[in-house]
C-alpha cells in the first residue's frame, strides 16, 4: 500500500509517505506559511520515493485533538489533494499515532496513558491498548485539566505526550503513582514527527477504515474554539 499523511497538530508538522513499509518523511517546528512548506515537503517524498500522486492508494491525517489551526491546515491538505485524485482519506487520531510511538520505544508494555498539552492549562488524554491495529482506544479521547487525568496504574503500563512535560503536578502526580506501582514504565515524551506513525497506523488499517473527503472531518474536542461567538441580547 501507498499512503501519504500530513500532521500538524502537535510539537511539529510532518508529511511521511509510506510504500509498501518503507517509510520517509519531513518535518519541522510549526512556522509561517506551513501549508506551503508541507506542499513543498510532499513533492519532496513523492520524486525521493519514485511515485506520483496518482500511484498513492490513500491520503491520511492527523485529525487530533490538537492545536486549531494545525489540525485544519492538515485536513484542507489531505481533503484538496484527495479530492482532485478521487482517492479515499484516513482521518488519523494525533493520541493514538502518539500512543503506537510510545508502545514501539517501550516493547514490555501493554497500555500507554497519552496526555498532549493543549493549552490554557488543559490536556487532551486518552488511555490506549497494544492490538494488532498497532494502538486500540480504551473508553473516550479527553480534554480536561491536569488534574482530571485518570492516572490509575495499570499493569506494564506508559505514559506519553506533552502534556507530562508542560504541568509539572501531573509529572508529579503520575511519578507519585508510579513509584507506588511495580509495572510503571515511562516512554519519551516527545517525537519529531508524528506523520510517519499516521502513515504507519492508516496503512495497517487498510480502505476498509478509509472515508471519502467529504467525510474526513478533523476532531478539535474544544468545541467553543471551533465556534463563532454569538452576541448576547441587548
Given at each position: ?6 500532521d ?7 508529511a ?70 478521487g ?51 480504551q ?34 502526580a ?61
Open positions: 500500500m501507498k499512503v501519504l499523511a500530513v500538524c497538530a502537535t510539537e511539529y508538522c510532518s511521511a509517505l509510506w510504500l509498501d513499509g518503507a517509510l520517509i518523511e519531513r518535518s519541522a517546528p510549526p512556522a509561517r506559511g506551513q501549508s506551503e512548506q508541507l506542499l513543498h515537503w510532499v513533492a519532496e517524498l513523492l520524486a525521493e520515493g519514485g511515485v506520483s500522486l496518482r500511484a498513492l492508494d490513500l491520503i491520511a491525517f492527523g485529525r487530533g485533538p490538537g492545536a486549531f489551526t494545525g489540525v485544519r491546515m492538515a485536513t484542507s491538505i489531505a481533503q484538496g489533494l484527495a479530492f482532485s485524485l482517492l479515499p482519506v484516513a482521518p488519523v487520531s494525533t493520541l493514538r499515532a502518539v500512543a503506537v510511538h510510545a508502545l514501539a520505544l517501550a516493547p514490555q508494555a501493554d497500555e500507554v496513558l497519552v496526555c498532549q498539552d493543549a493549552r490554557i492549562h488543559e490536556v487532551y488524554w486518552a488511555r490506549f491498548a497494544r492490538c494488532a491495529e498497532g494502538a486500540c482506544l473508553g473516550e479521547e479527553h480534554l480536561g485539566s491536569p488534574t482530571s487525568v485518570d492516572l490509575a496504574l495499570r499493569p506494564a503500563q506508559v505514559v506519553a505526550g506533552s502534556g507530562f512535560n508542560a504541568y509539572a503536578e501531573l509529572a508529579a503520575w511519578q507519585g503513582r508510579s513509584a507506588a506501582g511495580a509495572n510503571g514504565f515511562v516512554a519519551p515524551l516527545h517525537a519529531p514527527s508524528r506523520a510517519q506513525d499516521i502513515a504507519r497506523l492508516a496503512a495497517g488499517d487498510g480502505l476498509a477504515a478509509a472515508v471519502t473527503p467529504d467525510h474526513a472531518l478533523p476532531v478539535y474536542l474544544r468545541d467553543d474554539v471551533a465556534k463563532p461567538s454569538v452576541p448576547e441580547a441587548l
